[in-house]
């Protein structure tokens, strides 16, 4: 039993490794997707902190290989709405007013796709 690697040691390693490889600061992306997630500290196995999407986004189980740094900046809506960094004047309304749609064809209105 005394050959047996200590799980708890184990888990601590690559919780250890993985918080290390985010330490300069940069993104999370996990896999090949091309969104960029704010990193932040996660509860893992056995009570380790791991980093994680800030947008608490589910990572392929608990791989900690799924998830990789990125220098890219945040393109993650979710990430940049809790964060208080997400653009202005992005997001369309439902139900624009008159105004709004006006507004958004210019002020003589929609372009005459016959001119």
Known sequence: MDDEPDVYAALATIAAAARSAYADGSNLRVRSSGIVHEVAM??????ERMPGPACQVGVSGWDPGAAHPDRGPVTCRRCLKLTGYEPLGEQLELFPTAEQDAA????????DATA
């Not at 996660?42 to 009570?47: E, H, I, P």
């Open 104 to 111: 958004a064809d210019g002020e003589d209105g929609p372009a």
């Open 42 to 47: 996660t509860r893992w196995f056995a009570d």
